[in-house]
């Protein structure tokens, strides 16, 4: 098994199949795309540039194509969504899911109902559905929701309560109307179906060596497996792997890098293009 991925996170970066790096950004994110027409869609960190975090579309060479400015604490996740706009979340004192036409303009806006006194811990990989609903993993709170656009809640799952700190980090809707949630501390990856019952779980003990340490990204490949980041693996240690429906572990991807992968995109899978739109 082989894959070329792009990385998002104190390095933001795309890996070869061969496992040589092919394009670098000077820049960290906090999530990422590659578009079909090559372009990078970034989550930016916040930094002493980008005071709330930003969204960026760029080129590899570097052009810009749009760019939209935090007005809060931080940017946590974007999306290019099918009508060619851009979904943001903003992290801060009134968090909210922003849609932004091609000017960076707001056409749409839909609050979160989540605490605020750790803004950076609110939520993270925000997705829009197809049938125009927002699902968000809201990490100190424990719970994935699903909201309409105007902020009521259509259907929630609260995380297990052991251990502690299963804060889910994705709420990735699945063929067959499951969700794949990852839950970072909680070091586990389960599937729930929409009753909210998990049919599906992940751990440590399901893999020959402990490598789940803090998961935080997950992409569902086209042919059904998982791809989980390990994000506090540290220098020399797995920071990719993916498992079979069985948790059969079928490939890794291992770099001397410390620091972590937060969330990635697999780009190919043995040559040949994964299906866009990723599910990540």
């Not at 930003?54 to 810009?64: F, K, L, N, T």
Request: some cysteine; hydrophobic content about 35%; aromatic content about 6%.
């Amino acid at each position: 098994m082989r894959h070329s991925f792009a990385a998002f996170g104190g390095e933001t970066r795309i890996v070869g199949e061969d496992g040589k790096v092919e394009w670098t950004y000077p820049e960290g994110t906090r999530d990422g795309w590659v578009l079909p027409n090559g372009h990078l869609l970034l989550t930016l960190s916040k930094n002493d540039k980008h005071k709330g975090g930003a969204v960026v579309e760029i080129s590899r060479a570097g052009e810009v194509f749009f760019s939209w400015e935090g007005t809060q604490s931080e940017v946590n996740t974007s999306q290019k969504l099918s009508n060619g706009r851009v979904l943001a979340v903003e992290a801060g004192p009134k968090p909210r899911i922003v849609e932004l036409d091609a000017k960076g303009k707001i056409v749409s806006e839909t609050p979160l109902k989540c605490q605020t006194a750790n803004h950076h811990m609110e939520s993270r990989m925000t997705r829009k559905l197809p049938n125009g609903n927002y699902i968000v993993p809201q990490l100190l709170d424990k719970v994935v929701r699903e909201y309409k656009p105007d902020g009521t809640v259509a259907w929630e799952f609260h995380t297990p309560e052991s251990p502690a700190e299963c804060w889910p980090f994705t709420a990735i809707r699945v063929p067959g109307g499951n969700t794949l949630v990852n839950l970072t501390h909680g070091n586990s990856s389960v599937e729930v179906d929409r009753k909210g019952q998990i049919v599906w779980r992940l751990d440590n003990a399901d893999l020959p060596s402990p490598l789940l340490k803090d998961p935080c990204g997950a992409q569902r490949l086209a042919n059904g497996n998982t791809v989980i980041t390990s994000y506090a693996a540290g220098e020399q240690r797995v920071k990719l792997l993916e498992v079979t429906r069985e948790k059969k572990l079928v490939w890794t991807h291992e770099e001397a890098r410390s620091g972590g992968i937060h969330e990635f995109q697999i780009l190919t899978t043995n040559g040949r293009k994964e299906r866009w739109p990723a599910m990540k």
